[in-house]
Nanobody, 125 residues
């Protein structure tokens, strides 16, 4: 059974940084495509960043140059380094995984079958 657990969220002032982590178990992280998503109440879940099994990445335009997705295959952890945070980055952040990478580097939530419980990020102005 695939299990994803996020951590690292919190409250920060605009311009600050946070690093989110997603611990994975039940599968080999190196062979899965993974992503980070965020959602605010009343809005659809938004793809933030995605990473392939070979390490190729894709970012939403709104976070390019500020966020970096990476993974440690040995420790089975997915990361999202978030710099220069803005109030509009405030959301619940989720990590997700798709087996077999049917849709590489996808930022579409429908591509993913496994989800964590989320970690809240709040950025104040």
């Amino acid at each position: 059974q695939v299990l994803l657990v996020e951590s690292g969220g919190g409250s920060v002032q605009a311009g600050g940084s946070l690093r989110l982590s997603c611990g994975a178990s039940g599968y080999t992280i190196s062979t899965y495509c993974m992503g980070w998503f965020r959602q605010v109440p009343g809005k659809e879940r938004e793809g933030v960043a995605a990473i392939d099994s070979d390490g190729s990445t894709r970012y939403a335009d709104s976070v390019k140059g500020r966020f970096t997705i990476s993974k440690d295959n040995a420790k089975k952890i997915l990361f999202l380094q978030m710099n220069s945070l803005k109030p509009e980055d405030t959301a619940m952040y989720y990590c997700a995984a798709q087996g077999d990478c049917y849709v590489p580097r996808s930022t579409n939530a429908l591509s993913y079958g496994y989800w964590g419980q989320g970690t809240q990020v709040t950025v104040s102005s």
